[in-house]
């Protein structure tokens, strides 16, 4: 049990850290809590709280990555290097994907309720 309250807590620490030093919590957070917002507003259906949870965890989840891997190479290899340039484009390009992707589901899980709401009149 103390076992895993250990993992839990190093694990809420590297969040904590993430989210206060990369600004890209900064779009993330805010843009998820006003999707759950919505979400709770519209009433939506399981699948669609499914699809949005899904994709919101996978874009948060590649950033940690991502975060995890610029502050490895800070440390390990602080100094100019092409080969280590790439490395992080890709990682960088991980979390793009992952964005793009929660961007299309949002629109699919979120875009015909609010249309029913907005101009259909409910
Ligand atoms: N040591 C390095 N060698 C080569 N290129 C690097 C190196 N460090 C960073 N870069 C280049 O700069 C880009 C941005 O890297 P950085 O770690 O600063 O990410 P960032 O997203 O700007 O940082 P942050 O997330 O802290 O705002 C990388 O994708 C890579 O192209």
Sequence with gaps: ??????????????????????N?????????IVVIGLGAWLQIESWRWVAIILAT?????AELINTSIEEIVRVVHPTHDPRIGRAL???AAGVLIASAGAVTVGLIALGPPLWNVLIAGG
Excluded: C, E
């Excluded at 250990?6 to 206060?20: C, E, T």
């Excluded at 890209?24 to 998820?32: A, D, G, I, K, L």
């Design 24 to 32: 890209s919590f900064w779009v993330h957070v805010p843009v998820t």
């Design 57 to 61: 965890s996978i874009v948060m989840s």
């Design 1 to 22: 049990m103390n076992r895993w309250y250990r993992k839990f807590a190093f694990a809420s620490h590297g969040l904590g850290h993430a989210i206060r030093t990369q």
């Design 89 to 91: 484009d890709v990682a």
